[in-house]
């Protein structure tokens, strides 16, 4: 029993904590406009955004972004908000669902069904 709660506090915790460091990071982080410059794809990964930004300090930067999907979520030309690490630009995302939170929620979903999973088995003897 003292390892199914230790699990569950496990799998409960590490995504909520990983949540919880991505909005402080973020927060630290610059927002910006971009503009889709080009798409890369589409290939076995899916289609990807390439977007030119401007930092506040006038450097010029390029994102890849590294959120794919089989169609285009973007078109060329089309605005976007960006979100970078003033320290090193390269370092930046795109803001939407996908781009900064999507693998945060697989892993809040994956961290409530296994400890909860793993519960009904133990009650099921």
Do not use: H
């Not at 999507?102 to 892993?107: G, H, K, S, T």
Request: glycine share 6%; aromatic share 14%; net charge positive.
């Amino acid at each position: 029993m003292t390892i199914s709660i230790t699990l569950f506090a496990w799998f409960m915790l590490t995504p909520l904590v990983m949540l919880w460091l991505q909005k402080k990071k973020l927060s630290a982080w610059k927002k910006t406009d971009g503009a889709v410059v080009e798409l890369s794809g589409p290939n076995e990964e899916g289609y990807a955004a390439i977007v030119d930004f401007v930092t506040e300090s006038g450097k010029n930067c390029t994102l890849y972004d590294r959120w794919r999907s089989n169609v285009s979520r973007y078109a060329v030309g089309q605005r976007v908000k960006i979100c970078y690490d003033p320290k090193k630009p390269s370092n930046a995302v795109i803001l939407s669902f996908g781009g900064v939170y999507f693998l945060r929620y697989v892993a809040i979903s994956f961290a409530v069904t296994l400890p909860l999973l793993v519960l009904a088995l133990l009650f099921q003897r």
